[in-house]
C-alpha cells in the first residue's frame, strides 16, 4: 500500500539556518503529495501541496518538489524563524482517494 | 472563522466506557474524516464520510463507530474504551477527496485508564 517515511527528528535549529526535511513515498499510480504543519496546541494545517511531477509547492518560504524519479518530496527552508517551530508531517493521497497517508512527524525547534 | 470545531478537548475514561466525539465544520465540506494520532505513528484514518449519508473504514476502524448526522456534522463513538484507544483525536473536512485541502480540528486528547 502507499506509504511515507520522513526523517526522524527532533531537529533543533538556530535563527536563521537552513532547513530540509527529507521524505520519500511509495506509491501506485500518480499521488498528491503534501506537507501539514502542527504549531503547538493546534491542529494541522496545509502547508504546501504538489500534484504532479516536477510541480514545486511553496508558502511561508517553504518548499518542496515532487521528484517522481527519487520519489521524494523533501521540505526546505532558507532562513528559518521561531515561529516555525512546529511538527511537520508529509502525506500523500491518491487521484480520488479520501484517505491521507502521513508520515511519522519530525519535531523542528527553532532557537532564537 | 470556525472551520472544524471538537468537542470536548480532553477528556479521561475508563476502560469499559463509552463516549462520543463531536465534530462539526461550518465550510459546506462534503467529506468528513476522523484520525488518531499516535507517537512516532503520524495520522491514522479511522473512519471517513465521502458525503453526506455515507460512513467508511479508514485504516484502523476496530472499536468505533462513526455517524454523519448531517453534512455539518460527523461524530465518533467508542462503545467499551481500551487503554489502547489513549491517542489524540481529530477530526478534518473537506471540499473532495484528500488531494483537496483537508482542515483540521484541534484535537481531543483522550486518556483510557
Known amino acids: 500500500g502507499d506509504s511515507v517515511t520522513q526523517m526522524e527528528g527532533p531537529v533543533t535549529l538556530s535563527e536563521e539556518a537552513f532547513l530540509t526535511i527529507n521524505c520519500t513515498y511509495t506509491?501506485?499510480?500518480?499521488?498528491?503529495l503534501f506537507w501539514y504543519v502542527q504549531y503547538p496546541g493546534e491542529g494541522l494545517q496545509l502547508l504546501l501541496k504538489?500534484?504532479?511531477?516536477?510541480d514545486k509547492g511553496s508558502n511561508k518560504g517553504f518548499e518542496a518538489t515532487y521528484r517522481k524519479e527519487t520519489t521524494s518530496f523533501h521540505l526546505e527552508k532558507g532562513s528559518v524563524q521561531v515561529s516555525d517551530s512546529a511538527v511537520y508531517f508529509c502525506?500523500?493521497?491518491?487521484?480520488?482517494?479520501?484517505?491521507?497517508?502521513f508520515g511519522a512527524g519530525t519535531t523542528v525547534t527553532v532557537r532564537a | 472563522n470556525a472551520g472544524v470545531t471538537q468537542t470536548p478537548k480532553f477528556q479521561v475514561l475508563k476502560t469499559g466506557q463509552s463516549m462520543t466525539l463531536q465534530c462539526a465544520q461550518d465550510?459546506?465540506?462534503?467529506?468528513m474524516y476522523w484520525y488518531r494520532q499516535d507517537p512516532g505513528m503520524g495520522l491514522r484514518l479511522i473512519y471517513y464520510?465521502?458525503?453526506?449519508?455515507?460512513?467508511d473504514k479508514g485504516e484502523v476502524p476496530n472499536g468505533y463507530n462513526v455517524s454523519r448526522l448531517n453534512k455539518r456534522e460527523f461524530s465518533l463513538r467508542l462503545e467499551s474504551a481500551a487503554p489502547s484507544q489513549t491517542s489524540v483525536y481529530f477530526c478534518?473536512?473537506?471540499?473532495?477527496?484528500?488531494?483537496?485541502?483537508?482542515?483540521f480540528g484541534q484535537g481531543t486528547r483522550l486518556t483510557v485508564v
Open positions: 478534518a473536512s473537506s471540499y473532495g477527496p484528500a488531494n483537496t485541502e483537508a482542515f
Open positions: 506509491a501506485t499510480g500518480y499521488p498528491s
Open positions: 504538489a500534484t504532479k511531477a516536477d
Open positions: 502525506a500523500l493521497s491518491g487521484p480520488n482517494d479520501y484517505k491521507l497517508s
Open positions: 465550510m459546506n465540506h462534503n467529506s
Open positions: 464520510s465521502a458525503s453526506e449519508g455515507t460512513t
